[in-house]
């Protein structure tokens, strides 16, 4: 079950093992959950749950320290040790990406080392779950979503996208972002698609939410910008 307080979160230092840990999640995440799922249901979605992220039908999670497998004889957990095939073998699950539904994917692949700090692992979880708590506090009758192709949460609104990513390689710490369909003018909007806010400037989920409900009045008023 999700946590409802709104405490304040902890600092996203930029270092190396930011970035590995966050790229290794996003290849088990795409790999061993969304690929096998779209195989089995038809579906890529993803949720983010307390200490994780799991597959629409919760049959098998991802937290930081283990991919969890669940059926009608229990759970059963896998170490995050070794390649992400190897991983995957153990499980009982094969290795897959839907290749015909997106063409960006995870620099994690089925051959590379899981290279993952369980600390760093817990507080990119936890930025996913502030953003949640955010999402539903600025829209409660939307579904998040947690998307493979680029790891990303979020929802879309009147034309305008809402979400929360880890980090990529053009903004290397976690974020919030807002993206117009159509880009706009003004002082709010400091990235080429829309506006970003780091999740050091977010501490909270209401922090979150505001931010978003700022977006959706300037996205509603300000200009269009000029092509």
Known sequence: MSK???????????????????????????????????????TIRLRVVDGGVETKDGQVGLDAASLVVRSSDGEVRYPLKGTLQEVG???????????????????????????????????????FERGRQGLVAFAPDAEPILWP?????????????????????????PYAYIGPFAQRDGDFWNAPFGAVRSANDLPTAGAIGMFFAEGAKRAASDPLAQA
Do not use: C, K
């Open 4 to 42: 409802s307080s709104d405490t304040s979160g902890p600092e996203f230092p930029v270092t190396d093992v930011l970035v590995t840990t966050r790229q290794s999640l996003h290849g088990l995440a795409e790999w061993l959950l969304a690929g096998p799922q779209y195989a089995r249901a038809g």
């Open 89 to 127: 073998a153990a499980a009982g699950i094969e290795p897959s990406v839907p290749g015909d539904l997106y063409s960006d994917h995870a620099p994690v692949g089925p051959d590379n080392e899981i290279d993952l700090d369980q600390s760093t692992a817990q507080l990119l979880f936890e930025w």
């Open 149 to 173: 192709e680029h790891f990303d949460l979020g929802i879309s609104s009147d034309e305008v996208n809402y979400g929360i990513s880890l980090g990529d390689a053009t903004h290397a710490e």
